[in-house]
Structure formats: C-alpha cells, structure tokens
Antibody
C-alpha cells in the first residue's frame, strides 16, 4: 500500500542539527513531491517547505530559509529534511506528506518524528 | 504569513450538523481556490478531508463538505458521529507558500 515511513525520535542539544528521513513505498516516488509539516506540542500545523522528487526543486517557508535543507534520494525513494542551529522552539513532531495528487494538499502522511531540543 | 483564523472549539450532538470557519485574507483564502481541510485525531497524523475548497478525496465520507465565500472558507460536517471528534485544520495556498489555520477542536456531545 501507499505509505511514508519516517525515522525514529531524536533528542538534540541547542545549536545542533537533525536530519529526518521519510521512505516512500507503493507509488512512483518521482511522480510526486514531498512537503514537510511540523507541529509543536499542543500547537497547530506549520508548513516547512516542499521538494520535488522529480528534479529536486525546493521551496522553503520564509521563516526557515537558511536553516532547513530538503533533499531526496531517488535510488531509495527517500526524502530527507535537515534542520540546523536547533532551538528549543524547534521541539515538535515533524511530518512528511505526499504532495502532488492535488495542488498544495497532502493525501498521504508519514507517522511523524518527534524531535526534542533540550540542553 | 499569519495563520488563518479558526474558532478554538465547536461542539454538536450526534446526528446534528456543524460548521467550522476559516478566515484569511485576499492574499490567501480569498485569492485562490486552494483551501484544504484536515482531520487529526490525538497522536495521529492529519488526514486530508477536503481539497480545492470543496472536493473530497476518494474514501472520505460525503458527510463532509467544503465551501468558500470571500475570505472565509467553511467545513460542514452533517450527521455528526462520535468518530468525528477530532481537531480540524484548514490550509490555504498563498504566494508560493502554504498557511494553516490554528485548528478547531470538535467535541461530539
């Protein structure tokens, strides 16, 4: 079945970096994009950006420009999101989501990866 | 961009209908027909319920419907069921970006 499976929870110190993976299966990876969305504890959803799995084009949320990098590995159908210079307010569940069945609407989601930033 | 404005909570009894509003500006909700709605149960990933203002993905109950007037989009759930109790988020495209609403907690009484 179509699914996105993310890497496990991470605990990082302030100033460190984290890289979350998102492995796709059940569909042609390069026919869609991947968006990343995060959710701080008890808070709402925040779009982080998008990457085309076809050609690697990216579009990042202005707020995260310079700290986030999204990449894909088409040989393994895996998308990655790296966030640098972590702060305590980056503590959140990070989701990857398939983007492309509909414009800027996400029909398949990963299970989420908890990233905790704490000294 | 500022988050879209949703009521913090709504409630209804089984069988009733409820509507959740999502207010933005002419730069997002009012400017594009790219409003989506997501349902999120506690500890779970969001689920797409409505895309392009009023379209349902395959498998989503026709009890869920979406509409838009000006800068405000709405999600209506008819024939409320216990399993509809969840958080609901709207989102809208806006100049090469995406903005979400703050979320609405639906309680089924």
């Amino acid at each position: 079945q179509v699914q996105l499976v993310q890497s496990g929870a991470e605990v990082k110190k302030p100033g460190a970096s984290v890289k979350v993976s998102c492995k796709a299966s059940g569909y042609t990876f390069t026919s869609y994009g991947i968006s990343w969305v995060r959710q701080a504890p008890g808070q709402g959803l925040e779009w982080m950006g998008w990457i085309s799995a076809y050609n690697g084009n990216t579009n990042y949320a202005q707020k995260l420009q310079g700290r986030v990098t999204m990449t894909t590995d088409t040989s393994t159908s895996t998308a990655y999101m790296e966030l640098r210079s972590l702060r305590s307010d980056d503590t959140a569940v990070y989701y990857c989501a398939r983007d492309g069945s509909y414009f800027m609407a996400f029909d398949i989601w990963g299970q989420g990866t908890m990233v905790t930033v704490s000294s | 961009q500022s988050a879209l404005t949703q009521p913090a909570s709504v409630s209804g009894s089984p069988g009733q209908s409820i509507t959740i509003s999502c207010t933005g500006t002419s730069s997002d909700v009012g400017g594009y027909n790219y409003v989506s709605w997501y349902q999120q149960h506690p500890g779970k990933a969001p689920k797409l319920m409505i895309y392009d203002v009023s379209n349902r993905p395959s498998g989503v109950s026709n009890r869920f419907s979406g509409s838009k007037s000006g800068n405000t989009a709405s999600l209506t759930i008819s024939g409320l069921q216990a399993e509809d109790e969840a958080d609901y988020y709207c989102s809208s495209y806006t100049s090469s970006s995406l903005v979400f609403g703050g979320g609405t907690k639906l309680t089924v009484l």
